[in-house]
């Protein structure tokens, strides 16, 4: 080929003609609102996920109404509170919801079935090119004797995000919100027993590239699955979080990457700094970016501190969405909100780049305040101590030792709406089956 014969005709000082990556994801994105806004996700004329953009005779949209139910025969005890695996393994519910996807027919019947091993050929697309993603979400036991999930629109959303972001297919997220609900309406009853007010359950859609050919493109199958899994309470260890910073040669995400997205191509290979961090005493690294050393994030929850400005202000700051470095969080993004609505006459809450050097500035003038990582799992966790090349930053931890009186009080809020303390639309109750 000649060199003309690449270049496109309308490319200018050396710029792309378009950007691949954006006009992708927005195509797809456009497509599914609009096969939404149309047929409120019902209609098998709408978007089969493959964004070509042609609607499609029998190319199925996921429909959670369609669900089937194959109850097990071998139910399992709940183990008392606190145990959560058994040799290393996860403990995972009664049954799990699965969903196969096809470029050639759209989404197949939901089915709630007995949870269990998957089958794929050692050829699946996930296995070799990281064609996976995957959401968080825990399910609540109120103290009024209630089950609630926490924002699940948030995490559906985010859900597909992803799953376009690694061509993956699209679908209503309406639709992954009841099939969360129809899982829990199972299996919360049993494992979410109503004398255990204030425990929960850890909620994990996942999505994965099945196709088995291992040529390098889009997967044409797709499964989809729902698991519900024990977890421990990791949101207030002894003496508070301590951080460690992450190594100067390596990064979690860059701008450009896909650090916003809840892919696992960006969880294994953070594995070796925290696995040596913990090695050291510490909980989880904190992600620090470029040669200015911005905070991103702590482990996978978003990172928060507490600050006198050198004006003498209060603020609240964590890092902005805006360069897509971070995970955009529900909890990060509930915090925020409640902490705008709720303590704007006392704190200014802010989204901007700051980096470990105002950190340490602040810590050596006395006006660091408090510091926590939100999360799903870790929900709001103080933390105490960030080590950072040979020093270490105290972060104070409140009267109690059990975090300082912000963190204590935005928690405690959030505590309030999860477990149905107080009445909040962020707060959905399942419809359980008796
Ligand atoms: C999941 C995750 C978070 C937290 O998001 P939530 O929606 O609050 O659970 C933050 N950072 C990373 C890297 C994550 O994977």
Not at 36 to 64: D, F, K, R, Y
Not at 85 to 100: E, L, P, R
Not at 257 to 277: C, D, I, M, R
């Amino acid at each position: 080929m000649s060199p003309s014969a690449v270049v496109p005709s309308t490319v200018h000082d050396g710029e792309q003609d378009v950007n691949l990556t954006a006009s992708a994801i927005d195509h797809r994105l456009t497509e599914n609102d609009q096969s939404n806004g149309s047929t409120n996700g019902q209609n098998a004329l709408s978007s089969n996920g493959q964004g070509n953009g042609v609607a499609q005779p029998n190319v199925q949209e996921l429909n959670a109404s369609n669900i089937t139910y194959t109850f097990t025969k071998e139910p399992r005890d709940v183990p008392p509170p606190g145990v959560h695996s058994i040799d290393g393994s996860t403990i995972s519910t009664d049954h799990m919801i699965t969903v196969a996807w096809s470029a050639k027919s759209g989404w197949g019947t939901p089915e709630l079935k007995p949870y269990g091993p998957l089958s794929l050929m050692p050829t699946a697309s996930v296995l070799h090119y990281a064609t996976e993603c995957f959401e968080g979400l825990k399910a609540y036991r109120g103290f009024d004797g209630k089950l609630r999930l926490f924002r699940p629109d948030c995490n559906a959303e985010r859900f597909l995000m992803s799953s376009v972001r690694i061509s993956l297919p699209s679908f209503p997220p309406a639709e992954v919100e009841k099939l969360l609900l129809a899982l829990m309406a199972v299996d919360g009853p049993k494992w979410l027993p109503r004398d255990r007010p204030g425990s929960f359950i850890y909620l994990r859609p996942t999505l994965i590239g099945t196709q088995s050919q291992l040529g390098v493109q889009a997967p044409a199958e797709a499964l989809l699955y729902i698991i519900a899994t024990l977890m421990p309470v990791m949101d207030s260890p002894v003496g508070g979080m301590k951080l460690h910073t992450s190594p100067d040669d390596m990064v979690r995400a860059w701008v450009g990457g896909f650090g916003y997205a809840k892919v696992g191509a960006n969880y294994g290979p953070s594995l070796l700094a925290t696995q040596e961090a913990r090695a050291r005493g510490f909980g989880q690294i904190l992600w620090l970016y470029g040669s200015e050393g911005y905070c991103t994030e702590a482990g996978a929850s978003n990172f928060f501190v507490l600050w006198k400005t050198k004006e003498g202000k209060t603020q609240l700051i964590t890092a902005p969405l805006d360069d897509r470095l971070i995970l955009p969080g529900v909890t990060r993004r509930s915090v925020l909100q409640l902490a705008r609505e709720r303590l704007s006459d006392e704190i200014e809450v802010v989204e901007r780049r700051y980096t470990i050097k105002e950190v340490l500035e602040a810590s050596s003038e006395g006006r660091l305040l408090e510091s926590f990582a939100a999360g799903t799992a870790f929900f709001v966790c103080p933390v105490s101590l960030i080590h950072h090349r040979e020093q270490d930053i105290q972060i104070p931890m409140g009267k109690a030792g059990e975090g300082g009186p912000y963190t204590l009080k935005l928690k405690g809020w959030l505590k309030d709406i999860m477990y149905g303390n107080v009445d909040h639309p962020w707060g959905i109750v399942v419809q359980e089956e008796h």
